[in-house]
């Protein structure tokens, strides 16, 4: 008996291969009913729309002596702001600025009804808006009404501070809005109150 020929024993080992195939049920063709290519799915809002555009900030809006309770971008900060009174003009020792400028001052009261402390300077969320829509911020100097916040404040859930800002505003100039906001003036919402009757 001849050796088989290397050529004849693939042929049989591949005709074996595609018999065990069939029989077992297992299939050698591609599937074409799915498709390995990216499909973007649609759980994400497109980068530019009217809505994402907007910012994401609320203003709430008061008078004197109304309670405001604002929220912080922080993890349980939030704050009960209450504008307590305005004075215009305030006593103050020397006024700095444009000739005829004078102190404006508002004193805040801020109470934590939060569950972690607040940690900030309140003189950096605040803004004075007057009669003519121009707005200042706080001033270096300070009225002789009453204490201020001198830069910071740390205050604890549960706890208070009273104090005031002083603004040094335009001759001629009424105070007419205040806003404030946690976060040194980046917080997601802003209270505003208005000072005149």
Request: proline share 8%.
């Amino acid at each position: 008996m001849k050796p088989s020929s290397p050529i004849a024993l693939l042929a049989v080992l591949a005709l074996a291969s595609a018999g065990a195939c069939r029989a077992g049920g297992v299939t050698q063709t591609a599937d074409t009913t799915t498709s390995t290519a990216f499909k973007p799915t649609r759980d994400f809002a497109p980068l530019t729309t009217a809505s994402s555009a907007a910012p994401s900030t609320t203003t709430a809006k008061a008078a004197i002596g109304d309670a405001i309770t604002l929220r912080s971008n922080r993890e349980g900060v939030r704050m009960e702001v209450t504008v307590l009174r305005a004075l215009d003009p305030a006593p103050a020792p020397k006024v700095f600025g444009e000739a005829g400028a004078h102190y404006v001052a508002i004193q805040l009261r801020l109470k934590n009804v939060g569950a972690a402390p607040y940690d900030d300077s309140p003189g950096n969320g605040s803004t004075l808006i007057d009669s003519a829509s121009q707005q200042y911020t706080p001033s270096l100097g300070d009225t002789t009404a009453g204490p201020g916040f001198s830069g910071g404040a740390t205050i604890v859930p549960g706890d208070l501070r009273v104090g005031f800002l002083t603004f040094v505003v335009a001759a001629g100039a009424s105070p007419a809005k205040f806003q404030f906001a946690l976060d040194s003036g980046f917080g997601p919402e802003t209270g505003q109150w208005v000072l005149t009757g």
